[in-house]
C-alpha cells in the first residue's frame, strides 16, 4: 500500500515501466486507476510480472469492462522464466485486453536485451500518449 500511495503521489507521468515486482505494480496500478480508485491510467511496459496477490480481485475485475479506454500495456514474457511463470504473466495481461501487446522470448527471468526486442520496447514508450 505504501508503494502505491508514493507513485500516485508522483503522478502525473507519461508511462510506468515495471519489473517482476515492479511490474505486477505497474498493473495494480493501472487497475486502480481503470476502477476510479487511483489517478493512473498510463501506457505501462509490465516486465515478468506474476499474479498480483492480494490484488486479484482487481485485476479480475477489469475483464468486465469494455476494454477500449485501457492505456496500452506491453507484456514481456520468458519462456524459460522460472520465477514469475509465463501463465501468470499471460493472466495479467489477458486483463488488459485488446489493448494489450505481448512480446515473448525464449529466455528467462529477465528483459530481452536483443536489438528487436529492446526496439519494440523503445517504440512502445517513444509512442506513449
Known sequence: EESIQAIEDLYPFD????????AM????LNA???RGQGPVKVPTVVGSAAW????????ESLMKYDDAG???TLHTIGA???????????QVADCF???ATVLHHPGGHWIPMEPKFIETISDFLNSSE
Open 70 to 72: 485501457f492505456p496500452r
Open 25 to 28: 505494480l505497474s498493473a495494480v
Open 80 to 90: 524459460e522464466d522460472d520465477v514469475n511463470p509465463p501463465i501468470m504473466a499471460m
Open 32 to 34: 486502480r486507476g481503470l
Open 97 to 99: 485486453g485488446c489493448n
Open 15 to 22: 508511462a510506468l515501466l515495471g519489473y517482476s515486482q515492479g
Open 52 to 59: 498480483p496477490l492480494p490484488f486479484e480481485d482487481l485485476l
